[in-house]
């Protein structure tokens, strides 16, 4: 049966709760959202016929600032993901301690089969149904999965269409030119990467030393991936949705997107030949490998880059890495959990190691409100001083109180949110 990430993310609450002493009415509170909007956008076709497209909005909490969360065109979108993805946006923007509070969207569709006028119309069909709960002082929604820049524009330009004035700030993740932030396009990636240097100083591993398997070669996966091997860590293994490819000497990243962008799919260069999965080459230590067999392999540092679910009670014995860092969300069930930090496994959570990208997009909030622009030097060094601190903040936490890093995240957003809520 698949696991509930609304109930996997209760059981993470309840753990926090129970550990802090956490008052028994903000616990009550926290255990649903604030707002759910479920809404039907009818869409014209490119065929003239008419579709219907289910959509929500889940508006967690807005005790720290405004409700903050992407929104997400996939084909398995469900109200129980938005709503757990909305409530770890809750904590991750309290883990990093910046003044926003949690939200996320998403619309059931296959984004692959729309046209790029069907996607517009789908886009602007959604703000048309929930404008009234958005702004740039209520709720500002960003790019999530399948989501991009443009669609953040046609969604800005729909909802400035319907106030009748301009508020640039009511949704991050746009074009540069259209007010969005230096660094966004990759600041997830950015984010998790300072993650893995912090982790690498307290666990004494020099990035040359340091092998890294990354699964999930989308936007945060392939950018983390190629920071990381410029930064001289070994990246050992990569993976997709259609599979991976393993070489224990380290790969180039850059390579492996170069031949996925011409063969379609992901490979690496081995003694001078190229290796596929349409061709099984091992020479030079070089494999392919499924995704399941990724998370398994001897290394010093996994990375999920995907979706959620992918380390579960069933596999989190086999389980070989020194340290895990959630690039994705939900990666990592709270079965798993107890395993790995039985075996004494380091996660990173997910709240703190993918808080780049709501990070950055608070940053281009900030900018836009006070009509500002900011160069990339400053927003990356304003981004490495938060992720650092917040990393130092839940490390300290987790040794206070003998937990794993995710329970100590937790801690420190629970404890957060709970002296707002009492001022």
């Given amino acids: 049966m698949a696991q509930n990430a609304f109930d996997n993310a209760m059981a993470q609450l309840e753990k926090a709760a129970n550990i802090m002493n956490l008052d028994t009415s903000i616990h009550t509170m926290l255990k649903q959202p604030e707002r759910v909007l479920t809404v039907a956008i009818p ?22 600032g405004p409700y903050k969360g992407g929104i997400r065109y996939h084909w398995n979108v469900s109200l129980d993901e938005v709503k757990a993805l909305s409530f770890w946006m809750t904590i991750k923007c309290a883990t990093v301690n ?23 119309r789908l886009s602007r069909g959604f703000v048309q149904k929930i404008w009234r709960n958005i702004g740039s002082d209520k709720d500002i929604p960003a790019p999530d999965v399948y989501t991009t820049p443009q669609i953040m524009g046609w969604m800005r330009n729909e909802y400035e269409s319907l106030v009748g004035h301009s508020d640039p700030g009511v949704i991050t993740g746009k074009p540069i030119e259209d007010g969005g932030s230096e660094g966004r396009s990759f600041s997830t990636a950015q984010g998790g990467v300072y993650c893995v240097t912090a982790l690498a100083k307290k666990q004494n591993l020099t990035p040359e030393n340091t ?47 170069k031949i996925k962008k011409e063969a379609g799919v992901l490979g690496v260069y081995c003694v001078g030949s190229v290796c596929t999965p349409s061709e099984l080459v091992t020479e030079g230590h070089c494999k392919i490998i499924t995704n399941e067999e990724l998370l398994e392999l001897e290394v010093d540092i996994l990375v999920p880059a995907a979706l959620e679910n992918v380390i579960t009670k069933e596999n989190a014995a086999n389980i070989k890495a020194k340290a895990i860092v959630e690039l994705a969300n939900g990666p990592t069930t709270p079965e798993a ?87």
């Avoid at 869409?43 to 720290?64: A, C, H, K, P």
């Avoid at 190629?226 to 599979?243: P, Q």
């Avoid at 400053?378 to 300290?396: G, P």
Wanted: glycine content about 12%; charged content about 25%; proline content about 2%.
């Fill in 43 to 64: 869409i014209t076709m490119d065929n003239g016929e008419t579709q219907v497209f289910t959509g929500f909005r889940s508006q967690y909490n807005n005790t720290l």
């Fill in 98 to 120: 910046i003044p926003m509070g949690g939200g996320k969207g998403g619309i059931i569709v296959n984004p692959k089969e729309l046209s790029e006028g069907e996607l517009e």
């Fill in 337 to 423: 959990d107890e395993i790995l930090f039985e075996k004494g496994i380091t996660i990173v959570p997910d709240v703190l190691a993918n808080a780049g990208g709501v990070t950055v997009s608070y940053f281009e909030w900030d900018q836009n409100v006070k009509d500002e622009h900011w160069a990339e030097e400053d927003v990356l060094q304003k981004l490495e001083t938060i992720m650092v601190e917040a990393f130092d903040a839940v490390w300290n936490k987790k040794e206070e109180y003998g937990v794993s890093m995710r329970t100590a995240a937790f801690v420190q957003a629970l404890e957060r949110i709970a002296e707002k809520i009492k001022v």
């Fill in 211 to 257: 092998t890294i398997a990354i699964q999930g070669f989308g936007n945060a996966g392939s950018h983390m991936a190629k920071i990381l091997h410029g930064l001289g860590y070994k990246i050992v293994a990569i993976s997709d949705s259609k599979g991976g490819v393993y070489n224990k000497d380290g790969m180039d990243p850059h390579v492996a997107e």
